[in-house]
């Protein structure tokens, strides 16, 4: 099992670090949470990024208190402050996975492209429920070989837009490249987004809740499996099988 350094990104508001750190310790990693000032004192740039670092994390949660909008703060922070280029990480075989308001720091960045954002969900409020998610194509690393999976969502902003004036050449190109990678198994719409290398995954869902079978809201009513391994696990465990792939 590798042993490869992850970093955790920490910043006012976000949540989870602690959940994201244990399904990457389970899955052989050696976890590190890093808050925006300490990465600032440390003189993590991206060079430093790509030499310590295999893995980088972007929790969710109410990042900064969301005061521009969903991880806006936040991605301004990654790209003027630390100076990163998630692609360029990448591109040197660096793996990233953001979920919740940290899919929506990266869409900010560019990461996956200038034409694509998450609004708020037709009650204005954060919707917290559970999910059955369809991973789509081979391409992304973080899905490889994962059937339906089922993951909890806590978050304001659900719903994938699209630039209307961009609408149909961005959506052929996520189609035709095959960049959508995770779907509503209810009515198809995107989840999550993989970047060209298959190494970037942001998603909507969050899968550092649901690590352990008994995070599961109706774990109760079939007990036996109580000790089994939430479906979430499967994503860090496939960022290990790709770390230690020759």
């Known amino acids: 099992m590798s042993k490869y350094r992850a970093l955790i990104l920490s910043a006012p508001g976000t949540r989870g670090e602690r959940h994201f750190e244990h399904g990457l310790r389970s899955a052989g990693f050696d976890p590190e949470i890093l808050s925006v000032p300490e990465v600032v004192e440390y ?21 900064y208190s969301s005061v521009l909008g969903g991880g806006k703060v936040l991605s301004l922070k990654i790209r003027h402050l630390f100076r990163w280029n998630l692609q360029k990480f990448a591109e040197r075989g660096g793996l990233v996975l953001g979920a919740g308001t940290g899919f929506q720091a990266m869409l900010h960045l560019g990461v996956f492209g200038d034409d694509y954002t998450l609004r708020s969900n037709e009650t204005a409020g954060t919707i917290a ?16 070989g994962l059937g339906t999976i089922e993951l909890p969502l806590n978050m304001r902003d659900t719903g994938f837009v699209i630039e209307a004036g ?24 995107v989840l999550g987004l993989c970047d060209i290398t298959g190494r970037i995954l942001g998603m ?22 109580a000790a089994a391994p939430g479906q979430g696990r499967a994503i860090f465990e496939n960022a290990a099988k790709y770390c230690d792939q020759p």
């Open 43 to 63: 003189r993590i740039d991206l060079d430093q990024l790509c030499l310590k670092y295999k893995v980088l994390v972007i929790p969710g949660g109410n990042s």
């Open 129 to 144: 429920k559970w999910v059955r998610a369809v991973p789509t194509g081979n391409r992304c690393v973080w899905l490889k």
């Open 166 to 189: 961009t609408l149909v050449e961005a959506k052929g190109r996520l189609d035709r490249l095959g960049l959508a990678c995770l779907k509503s198994a209810e009515d198809e719409s």
């Open 204 to 225: 909507i869902p969050n899968p550092e809740f649901f690590l352990n079978w008994t995070n599961a809201e109706d774990w109760f009513l079939n007990p036996t499996r």
